[in-house]
Each structure stands twice: as C-alpha cells, then as structure tokens.
C-alpha cells in the first residue's frame, strides 16, 4: 500500500474524517504532520501544496488535497488505485 503523508492539527473535524476514510480504505499506518505544534512544518506544507487549509493529503507522491478532495476522489474510484499503487 502506498504510504499516506497527512499535514493535520490536532483540532481539525475534517482531519479526523479524512483519517476515518483512510482506515475504512485499508490504510494502517498514515504519517501525521502535525503543523500546530510545529510551525516551520506549517511553512513547508504550504510551499509544498500552496495551500493554508488542514488536512493537506499526499498519497506516495500524489498531492489529494483535502478531506474534501479525498472523499470526492473515493466516490470516482480513483482513491483505491492511488492506495494500491507502488
């Protein structure tokens, strides 16, 4: 399964749902960068994805989005490919 990276806070309802989706999907161990704890992480997220919104999701490579873009990616089938890519 490809590693998921996921830039999140620890007060974000749509981080938690985009990790509930995640493990519903199969996915057992995603990476969680916490940007309120560390602010230069923040800095990096948002030159990496220009964007300032949690959760900011990258699967392998791949750039989702947010919980947003993930679920709408989930409903085209276009999010199991992505996880079982290498």
């Given at each position: 399964m490809a590693k998921v990276t996921m830039y999140s806070t620890g007060v974000c309802p749509f981080c938690v749902r985009a990790e509930m989706l995640l493990k519903q999907r199969g996915v057992a161990d995603i990476d969680k960068i916490r940007i309120d704890l560390d602010p230069a992480q923040r800095a990096i997220m948002m030159?990496?994805?220009?964007?300032?919104?949690?959760?900011?999701?990258?699967?392998?490579?791949?750039?989702?989005?947010?919980?947003?873009?993930?679920?709408?990616?989930?409903?085209?089938?276009?999010?199991?490919?992505?996880?079982?890519?290498?």
């Open positions: 030159e990496r994805t220009g964007r300032r919104t949690v959760p900011q999701i990258y699967i392998g490579d791949t750039h989702v989005g947010g919980y947003d873009e993930l679920a709408a990616l989930d409903r085209a089938d276009g999010l199991m490919p992505l996880l079982q890519a290498e």
